[in-house]
Each structure stands twice: as structure tokens, then as C-alpha cells.
């Protein structure tokens, strides 16, 4: 169960560690996706089959690409701070969010699974996430941004060197349009998973088994990506700023002065569909993100739970 049950009650504790483990199993499956998504986010030239520009023109050629160039390995680049973020984001989100789904239940007439309620909790679980592991984000597209050869070789290195270079708040690079996405972002996707969920139950039985969560997730995911992808867009964008040299090989590279700059340049260079370049990539990863990440919660809090009844 995805927020506050009186029946099923998880301490934060418990909660963050099964979102933890739900953001760490989940990376580990669409990393690929992400590597993909990120590269075409941060192409200037227009994406298309039919008459390519840039690097990358398709999903399919994308992935020929960089499996021809840079080798396997290469859709796992910055899988450590991948890892790290979905970790520490998984914990910190869902905690907070049991949290507060338990605060609105004691303390006011609202139920704690009311859609509604859903919406807000998520986004302010995701707000606080989102400003706890936004260095680790920064980190993790700079890996995943780079071709060969690389400019940061380890994550230590590119820690010290990022910092060296560029100051402390080259990690924050992003934030604010990643802020005013993700709170509706995650608030649609609690809100949609919870109204999903409930459809899916008939005859007032709770359903069974993890294919519900795994489509509700997956459908919520997508309705919440397509409606706040551009912010997603704008923070990818930002988030490689002063990294231009890594960049050159793979086609025109811009420097934005924080995100008005970034909107304009992008509505007068590359026209309205700009903002949406590597929306396919990002609905098939948030359909499987979203889907999994809820699947995996409900598996290990489940798992938690009956531990818990055994000792």
C-alpha cells in the first residue's frame, strides 16, 4: 500500500528503505533508456529520421550509435551516482510522503488515500527529494553527457573537479526548473497511481498481485511525464553548463544563462518541438520508472511487513 494505511502502518525508517530498494532495483533496469533520453535532451540539432542534423535522429539509430561508439558499457555510464540517487531519492521520497499521508490522516477529516491528498504529499516528498540528492543528479548526467574519451574519469575525480573548476553550486545546476517540475510531476504520478489503482480493484477487493501496480505506475508515469517533460528538458540543459569540451563531438553545444535564457534560446533555435526532444526515450523509461518503482515499494514494504509479523 502506497501511503498511510492504520492497518499496515511503516515507521520512516521502513519507509525509506523500501524506497531505497525500489529506486536501486528500478536504475539498474532502465539506465539504458536514460542514457539515450539524456543525449537526445542535450542535442541542439533537430531530431528526425527523415532528414538527420544531428548525431542522433532516432531511438533505434541512438542506440546503434552508442553501442557501435562507445561499447556496452556505455548505457550504464554514471550508474554510481545513478545508483546513488535513485537510493537516497527513493528514501528520502517515500518516507517523507508516508509521513505526511500520516499526518493528513490523524490531524484532519481527509482520508490518507484520497487522490487529492496523494497529489500533495507526493510533490512536496518529491520538493524535498529533489533539493537532498540534486548533486547526485548533476553528477550522474555529466557521465552520462560524456563520450570518449572521457573528462571525468571516476566519480571522485569528477567531484573534485567540478568543484575545483567550477565552485559549489555547479552541483545545483538545474535546480530551480527541476523544482517547479517535480512537484507536479510526482504529485500527478501519486495522484494517477492511486486513482488507477482503485479502478483497477473490483467488487471492492483489494487487488492482488504486483500487475496492477506495475500498469498503474506505468500509465501514471506517462500521463505525468508528457505534461511537465519540457522543465525536464530546461534541467538537463543547465545541468551541463561548463562542460561544453565533452560535448563538441556530438554536434552544437550552447551556454544558457539560467532558465529564461534557456526557454528563449530554445523557442527561437530549435522551435517549439525543441522542448520536447527525447519525449519517446522518457515515456518509455517513466512507463517502466514509475511502473517498477511502485511495484518494487509495494513488494518490499510488503516483505517489511511480513518480517515484521514473523519476529
Not at 536504475?27 to 536514460?34: G, K
Not at 535546480?175 to 517540475?181: G, H, K, M, R, Y
Not at 473490483?202 to 508528457?226: C, E, F, N, P
Amino acid at each position: 500500500m502506497v501511503g498511510y494505511d492504520p492497518n499496515l502502518a511503516l515507521s520512516p525508517e521502513e519507509a525509506a528503505l523500501a524506497g531505497s530498494l525500489a529506486g536501486a532495483v528500478t536504475r539498474a533496469i532502465i539506465s539504458p533508456l536514460d542514457v539515450v533520453k539524456i543525449r537526445f535532451q542535450l542535442q541542439i540539432e533537430r531530431v528526425s529520421s527523415r532528414k538527420p542534423q544531428g548525431k542522433y535522429s532516432s531511438l533505434l539509430q541512438a542506440s546503434r550509435c552508442i553501442l557501435t561508439e562507445e561499447g556496452l558499457a556505455a548505457f550504464w555510464k554514471g550508474h554510481i551516482p545513478a545508483q546513488l540517487l535513485s537510493g537516497c531519492y527513493g528514501a528520502v521520497q517515500f518516507a517523507i510522503f508516508e509521513v505526511l499521508t500520516e499526518v493528513v490522516h490523524n490531524s484532519t477529516s481527509y482520508s490518507s488515500q484520497m487522490p487529492g491528498v496523494h497529489f500533495l504529499c507526493g510533490g512536496l516528498a518529491a520538493c524535498s527529494a529533489t533539493i537532498a540528492c540534486q548533486p547526485l543528479d548533476t553528477l550522474r548526467t555529466r557521465f552520462a553527457a560524456q563520450g570518449e574519451p572521457k573528462v571525468y574519469r571516476t566519480l571522485r575525480h569528477a567531484v573534485f573537479t567540478m568543484y575545483r573548476q567550477e565552485g559549489v553550486f555547479t552541483f545545483y545546476r538545474g535546480l530551480t526548473p527541476t523544482l517547479v517540475a517535480v512537484f507536479p510531476y510526482a504529485g500527478l504520478q501519486f495522484f494517477f497511481y492511486n486513482v488507477l489503482k482503485k479502478l483497477a480493484q473490483h467488487d471492492g477487493k483489494k487487488s492482488k498481485g504486483g500487475l496492477q501496480s506495475l500498469l498503474s505506475g506505468g500509465i501514471a508515469g506517462v500521463i505525468s511525464k508528457t505534461l511537465t517533460y519540457p522543465f525536464d528538458l530546461f534541467k538537463k540543459r543547465l545541468q551541463v553548463g561548463g562542460f561544453e569540451e565533452a560535448r563538441v563531438h556530438f554536434g552544437q553545444v550552447r551556454t544558457y544563462h539560467g532558465i529564461v535564457d534557456c526557454v528563449i534560446r530554445i523557442s527561437r533555435e530549435e522551435g517549439l518541438r525543441g522542448f520536447f526532444k527525447g519525449l519517446s526515450p522518457s515515456l518509455l523509461k517513466a512507463a517502466l520508472s514509475t511502473g517498477l518503482t511502485f511495484f518494487w515499494y509495494e513488494f518490499f514494504t510488503s516483505a517489511i511487513s511480513n518480517l515484521k509479523g514473523q519476529l
